[in-house]
């Protein structure tokens, strides 16, 4: 087994250290060593943004990560999203729009919606259709997806 | 009769129990599992596609540092000639055995030959290219029309033909023949003034959930074995691996986690039985994940299948025979749907004279798998483009024509059955008063079509429990999966009885050893037969509430009523009380409420839909663009609409998935080229607009509320119906699916 590296990162504003093998990426790191298992593996290759995460402000697919890669750096994860008694208005927005089924994309679909809110609060549909197009949904064919982010921007 | 009721929760949009959960990452799906000590098992899988086991030598695995256990078919019990009774018809044991860890002969490229428990998922890898196996490669059969030729290759020495009750002596890749057979189909073609015959080739597809099967198993020291994992069923999988690993069930517990996505694919048992061997071997609680390939290749898909379709009708456009072959892959142990696909491939319609033969052909893929209105959609294909056809011929309305000849209470279906009330010519209405129906559709390369399909859905056994709260809520202990929002529903049928808001309701998934046998989350049956006990369970919990008023009034039983969420008095005495006062005062009136509802509801109602799409066709590519989309389906009544909606708008688009990109990719040796998601090419919301989802309400007389099962029939018509649209945009008829860009490219001559 390869030595494992000490690694110090902050995670939804927290600073963390953890220990991992260089070939662990970020996606096992956050769901094996720090039990984060929110980001969900559907893919393991980048296919379909189950494990987006925000890193340094960018949506990533935790999965295409090393975790030593991210040494110094800012991780945002589903976890971090909805303060203490009050869920983030994305989080709202899939709730009132029943734009969940099974619900295993939903962390991966909430958070690739934030970054893209963040960078443009106020998409047209097709914008928002472009955005999301990296993330895979089976159950709800996407249509009250759509729209809860629509009415997350507008509601923000 | 049914009255069309005002409800006050039935038909309203309650955030579902589970949704906080879900959207904050915190609901623990089967991967999420964690314990102490917990080691990770990877599965070592075929690379030939048909061959001979020689031999297995594990010890180079054994000896890697790191390794705690390997399995192969011999740590299986002797599965002999056994069958196996699971509750969805017999099985051959042996075949149930060989598709977990094969014995003799591998029989599809991926299928499970040994297992390896690890330290850490990395070495548990490394270990299964330790395994040695050596393989006598045979010729794969890959394709069902030439497994059924005389001389094409075997994959079972001893499977023979049973044809409509008789046993072929020769050996053979087809395991079945059914037949169904109404009236005089020679007397009805000679009756037809035109007669449309069409061949059709529909491709394997995978139900794509974006949840790996997993599993995680824990024997005790006293032989009490607990998994853990994500599945449609927890009690079919106690019963799958009580027979695979000859256990008891009453020592096996099952947990079910949070699930992503089933879609049928999930009732079979793959690596749980082996993460049980793997914990029993090593003694510790062992997790075995499938990765995305696995999935595609280890797990059942959807049969490809071949479909020959005559339809006669005469002038006026009354469809007077139908004859329909379909032959199906079963993959590579027989079991494939094509008995419902002959029982649904005609049921729209009121035909008087039909016959119908269907095929069960093994082939070396993986062993099929239910996947949502199982073989339906692939028969619909053929029928609703050849209906298609009659209508164009005799220049009939395509809507007219299904108006004309669809199916109502009393009509029989071609395998017997006559329909109970239901919804098929509603839908047709419906979709042809729709604005979309009526819109222009006029521009170059723009086309327009129409289709329907039928799904019969099921009850089956399902058990809840219910608990009072002391302070006017209930505790709804049930065994059904949610997949979808079933908390939500199945809650809100028992709010209902108890007149309390569904907010008031807290449901609870559980394990098999915490609630009544429930049968699968399949077949549209949940919020069907388990809302059923739910409400029957809520009648128990009323029946002894009113038995509490009465005491605390010192009235008689049948002087309390109880309406609108209150008990009250009538004979005299003027006393009322709400449930939730009522629900304070148990203690002191005989102590704690408990209701239970079980059923195995005989009176599941069948669903229709019919489909609208617009699509444009780019004759430069062959890409074929959806436009819009308007899915009609009667859900008897929707008992919260927006999960309602949401089967109809995911069931439509993985029936445009499968119209139009998705396809098993093999090469000639058998093995699956395509086995990924980029490659597997599902739809991106970029790919799609918005679905219009239309409910039409025709009470189901079977459910105390009207409830038919939603869940399956939307994937039934959208194939044909873009198959028609195409027609319409460029004049070709396309018969083979999916309609990619280079089906397209050939079928308009460019390549």
Redesign the interface.
């Known amino acids: 087994?390869a030595r494992r590296s000490h690694v110090q990162t902050t995670i939804n504003g927290e600073t963390v250290e953890f220990l991992c093998?260089p070939?662990q990426s970020l996606l096992e790191v956050l769901?094996d060593e720090l039990?984060?298992?929110?980001?969900?593996?559907?893919?393991?290759?980048g296919?379909?943004g189950?494990c987006s995460v925000i890193l340094d402000g960018r949506l990533v697919n935790s999965c295409l990560v090393l975790g030593v890669e991210t040494e110094g750096k800012s991780v945002e994860?589903?976890?971090g999203?909805?303060a203490p008694d009050k869920?983030h208005p994305i989080?709202d927005a899939?709730?009132?729009?029943?734009a969940?089924?099974?619900?295993?994309?939903?962390?991966g679909f909430?958070m690739s919606a934030k970054a893209l809110l963040d960078q443009n609060p106020n998409p047209t549909e097709h914008e928002?259709?472009?955005w999301?197009?990296?993330?895979?949904?089976?159950?709800?064919?996407?249509?009250?997806?759509?729209?809860a982010v629509l009415d997350a921007a507008a509601a923000e | 009769m049914l009255e069309n009721k005002d409800y006050k929760v039935i038909g309203t949009?309650p955030?579902?129990h589970?949704?906080?959960d879900?959207?904050?990452?915190?609901?623990?799906?089967g991967?999420?599992f964690?314990a102490a000590g917990l080691l990770h098992g990877r599965v070592l899988r075929s690379p030939h596609a048909h061959a001979k086991i020689i031999s297995i030598d594990t010890s180079r695995a054994e000896a890697l540092?790191?390794v705690k256990g390997v399995v192969t078919a011999k740590d299986l019990p002797d599965a002999g000639d056994k069958v196996a009774d699971l509750g969805e018809g017999a099985v051959n044991l042996k075949h149930l055995c060989d598709n977990i860890l094969a014995s003799d002969k591998v029989l599809y490229k991926g299928h499970a030959v040994a297992a390896v428990a690890a330290t850490?998922p990395?070495?548990a890898e490394e270990a299964c290219t330790l395994i040695d196996v050596e393989y006598e490669v045979l010729s794969p059969v890959l394709e069902v029309r030439q497994a059924m030729e005389p001389d094409a290759p075997l994959l079972h020495e001893h499977l023979k033909t049973t044809s409509l009750g008789e046993t072929a002596d020769e050996p053979s890749n087809v395991a079945s023949h059914i037949q169904h057979k109404l009236g005089d189909p020679e007397k009805g073609f000679a009756e037809a003034d035109v007669i449309i015959e069409r061949e059709f080739v529909t491709g394997t597809v995978h139900?794509?959930?974006?949840?790996?099967h997993n599993a995680t198993a824990h024997y005790n020291a006293d032989g009490q074995l607990t998994i853990w994992c994500s599945t449609q069923g927890a009690f079919t999988v106690r019963e799958q691996v009580a027979e695979i690993l000859q256990y008891p069930i009453s020592k096996i517990k099952v947990v079910p986690m949070?699930?992503?996505?089933?879609?049928g694919g999930k009732i079979s048992v793959y690596i749980k039985p082996v993460a049980a061997m793997l914990a029993k071997k090593t003694g510790k609680p062992v997790k075995v994940?499938m990765?995305?390939a696995d999935v595609f290749e280890g797990t059942g898909p959807t049969p490809a299948s071949f479909i020959r379709v005559k339809m006669g009708a005469t002038k006026e456009g009354k469809l007077t025979a139908a004859q329909g072959y379909l032959a199906f892959e079963a993959g590579a142990y027989p079991g494939s749907p094509v008995g419902p696909g002959a029982m649904c491939i005609f049921a729209p319609y009121s035909i008087e004279n039909v016959i119908i033969d269907g095929y069960d052909v093994v082939v070396n893929k993986p062993k099929t798998a239910p996947y949502r209105a199982p073989g339906a959609p692939n028969a619909a294909f053929g029928s609703e483009t050849v209906l298609d056809e009659i209508a164009e011929h005799l220049g009939i309305d395509p809507l007219e024509i299904r108006l004309m000849n669809g199916a109502k209470e009393g009509d029989r279906r071609a395998d017997g059955p006559v329909h109970p009330r239901i919804g098929f010519i509603e839908t047709v209405e419906a979709a042809k008063a729709h604005p979309h129906y009526s819109a222009p559709n006029g521009k170059k390369h723009h086309g327009r079509g129409v289709a329907s399909g039928y799904w019969f859905n099921i009850g089956l056994e399902s058990s809840v429990t219910i608990n009072v709260n002391a302070d006017g809520t209930i505790n709804l202990v049930e065994g059904s999966t949610d997949?979808?929002?079933t908390r939500a529903s199945i809650a809100m049928q028992a709010a209902e009885v108890l007149g309390i808001p569904a907010e008031s309701v807290n449901p609870s998934v559980v394990d098999t050893n915490s609630v009544g046998y429930t049968a699968v989350t399949g077949g549209s049956r949940t919020t069907y037969a388990t809302g059923y006990a739910a409400y029957e369970a809520a009648q128990e919990v009323k029946r002894q509430m009113i038995t509490r008023a009465a005491k605390l009034w010192e009235v008689d039983e049948a002087n309390v009523q109880f309406a609108d969420g209150e008990f009250s008095s009538i004979n005299g005495k003027e006393e009322q009380i709400s449930f939730r006062d009522l629900c304070a005062r148990l203690g002191e009136t005989g102590g704690p409420i408990v209701g239970s509802g079980t059923v195995n509801p005989g009176g599941a109602g069948g669903a229709y839909a019919t489909h609208v799409v617009d699509v444009e066709v780019d004759e430069e590519t062959g890409k074929v663009e959806i436009l819009r989309y308007t899915a009609v389906q009667d859900a008897g009544k929707a008992i919260?609409p927006?999960?309602v909606?949401?089967?109809i708008?995911?069931?439509?688009?993985?029936g445009i998935g499968w119209a139009l990109n998705e396809e098993y990719i093999y090469n000639a040796e058998g093995e699956m080229t395509n086995a990924?998601?980029?490659d597997y090419r599902?739809?991106?919301?970029?790919d799609?607009p918005?679905?219009d989802?239309v409910i039409v309400e025709v009470p189901n007389p079977g459910h105390p509320y009207g409830v038919r099962g939603v869940g399956e029939v939307p994937i039934v018509p959208p194939m044909a119906a873009i198959a028609n649209a195409i027609y319409d945009a460029i004049g070709v008829r396309m018969t083979e699916l999916p309609m990619s860009p280079d089906r397209l490219l050939k079928a308009l001559g460019k390549i």
């Open positions: 087994m093998e070939r769901r039990h984060l298992t929110g980001a969900k593996e559907g893919c393991n290759n296919n379909c189950a994860t589903i976890e999203l909805a869920l989080q899939f709730l009132e729009n029943a969940l089924q099974c619900g295993i994309c939903t962390p909430i928002v259709r472009y999301l197009a990296g993330n895979l949904c089976r159950c709800t064919g996407y249509d009250k997806i759509v729209r | 949009r955030i579902r589970d949704g906080v879900k959207v904050t990452g915190r609901a623990l799906y991967a999420d964690q540092p790191g850490n990395h070495i139900q794509g959930y974006i949840e790996p949070e699930i992503g996505g089933g879609f994940l990765n995305r997949i979808g929002g919260h927006s999960y909606e949401g089967q708008q995911g069931g439509a688009v993985q990924s998601f980029l599902m739809p991106t919301c970029l799609l918005m679905i989802a």
